[in-house]
């Protein structure tokens, strides 16, 4: 099977998570500036990091699953998309020593429950849906460049007021970007900045931009 966004086409695969509207929303709005260097974690089928190549100078794409990993590198061939690097790695923990990006994308496994098999760990988070998306802040800053940012795609059924105090904890000032309602959850697309001696919890903008 295929989906279509703008004029990319994606392959997926029974494996790996397919693009969804958590997907879309995040790829709608991407902060990605020309001659960033970006890293897209949990990439998938690559639809970020794909999307994100036309403008980036650089994007290098993490993945855990193999899989994922294989389609999305197929995926970047198909879309012409040359300045994309993949590689296997557990959110941070193959990011070499000195890497740093001015801007990292995270559409996280954010749903509540726990999974054991490959795909289903692409979207079960833990409790509350939060265990992965916690385990990227607390290791975040330090992969940023002075300046550099961050686009997290989050869920109302994650404990927003929570998420907004973990923000504030990390001293990042941010802001919701852009966010859609669904039938059973609202999901938002957080961008945000690490400033030194500024700490500011995200604030709900409406999504406006």
Same mark, same amino acid.
């Given at each position: 099977m295929a989906f279509h966004f703008r004029d990319l $086409?994606?392959?997926t695969h029974e !494996? @790996?998570?397919p693009p969804a509207e958590d997907s879309v929303l995040l790829a709608s709005n991407l902060d990605v500036g020309k001659g960033d260097h970006m890293l897209d974690v949990g990439t998938?089928?690559? /639809?970020?990091?794909?999307v994100a190549s036309s403008r980036a100078e650089k994007v290098l794409a993490v993945d855990i699953n193999p899989a994922a990993l294989k389609i999305a590198e197929e995926n970047a061939i198909l879309n012409n998309a040359k300045n994309v690097e993949f590689r296997a790695s557990d959110l941070f923990s193959r /990011? +070499? *020593?000195g890497e740093r990006f001015d801007l990292i @994308? =995270?559409?996280p496994p954010y749903l509540p429950g726990s999974e054991d098999d490959i !795909?289903? +760990?692409s979207w079960a988070g833990g409790c509350r849906g939060r *265990? $992965? /998306?916690d385990r990227f802040l607390d290791s975040v800053p330090k992969h940023l460049r002075e300046g550099g940012r961050f686009e997290l795609l989050v869920s109302s059924l994650n404990d927003l007021e929570s998420v907004g105090e973990k =923000? +504030? *904890?990390k001293g990042f000032t941010s802001r919701v970007v852009a966010k859609e309602k669904l039938w059973f959850e609202e999901l938002y697309v957080i961008l945000a900045t690490k400033q030194a001696g500024y700490k500011k919890a995200f604030i709900d903008d409406g999504g406006n931009r």
């Open positions: $086409v994606f392959r !494996l @790996v998570y998938g089928t690559g /639809i970020q990091a794909i /990011i +070499k *020593e @994308v =995270f559409n !795909l289903g +760990k *265990e $992965v /998306i =923000f +504030k *904890e």
